[in-house]
């Protein structure tokens, strides 16, 4: 059965200051994908990143990078420079290649202090 | 904006009612997925359908049911209603049926069960 964690349930952290969200996942298959969404307090959920299990290039995107360790099973978050407006719930999630089974995490609610 | 539409945003409703949830997906969307949002079980997959057809299950229970119609919009009927079914649904669209692709979601309808 696919299964993610987030074991961080809660992290604050102060303007500016770098932070990794981790997520850790398990599954049967050799061919999946590996998501990360927002949900800030006003509700929606916000696409991040998908990665394939085939590629373990690392990405960055301005101030969010995402490391993905198959090795490891992990596929952490880190947004550097944090910003207020980063404060929201992350959701990790695992999705099978075919049949759409998506599994999320639990999430992790970031605060960013001013 | 998403360009996913959910309607109504929140519904109010007692026990043992029936309701029905809208979702009208991105334009060229062809896949549909709900999920439900709650505090004690977090996201879960409840269902999807691409293209008319049902393509995969999540923990959808025997009281609720979906179906796509043929312009693609989907309705989430949920019956029976009990006081656990407090929740926020939201509903997804992707292209296509494969999980590589990102899903975009709605901004969810709120229901209380009074």
């Known amino acids: 059965a696919q299964k993610v964690t987030q074991a961080q349930t809660e992290i604050s952290v102060v303007e500016k200051e770098d932070v990794t969200l981790d997520c850790v996942y398990e599954t049967r298959d050799t061919t999946y994908y590996l998501f990360w969404y927002k949900q800030p307090p006003s509700g929606e959920l916000v696409f991040l990143i998908r990665r394939n299990s085939f590629d373990e290039q690392n990405e960055i995107s301005g101030r969010y990078s995402w490391n993905f360790q198959k090795s490891t099973s992990s596929f952490n978050f880190t947004i550097t420079a944090s910003q207020v407006v980063d404060s929201a719930v992350y959701f990790c999630?695992?999705?099978?290649?075919?049949?759409?089974?998506?599994?999320f995490g639990p999430g992790t609610r970031l605060s960013v202090l001013p | 904006d998403s360009g996913v539409t959910q309607t109504p945003k929140h519904l109010i409703t007692a026990t043992g009612q029936r309701v029905t949830l809208r979702c009208s997906p991105r334009s060229g969307d062809l896949s549909v997925y709900w999920y439900q949002q709650s505090l004690d079980q977090g996201l879960q997959f409840l269902i999807q359908y691409y293209n008319g057809e049902e393509r995969a299950k999540g923990n959808i229970l025997e009281r609720f049911s979906a179906q796509q119609f043929p312009d693609l919009h989907s309705e989430l009927n949920l019956s029976s209603l009990e006081l656990g079914d407090s929740a926020l649904y939201f509903c997804?669209?992707?292209?296509?049926?494969?999980?590589?692709?990102?899903?975009?979601f709605g901004d969810g309808t709120r229901l209380s069960i009074l």
């Open positions: 997804a669209s992707s292209l296509g049926d494969d999980s590589n692709q990102p899903q975009h």
């Open positions: 999630a695992l999705s099978e290649a075919r049949g759409q089974n998506f599994v």
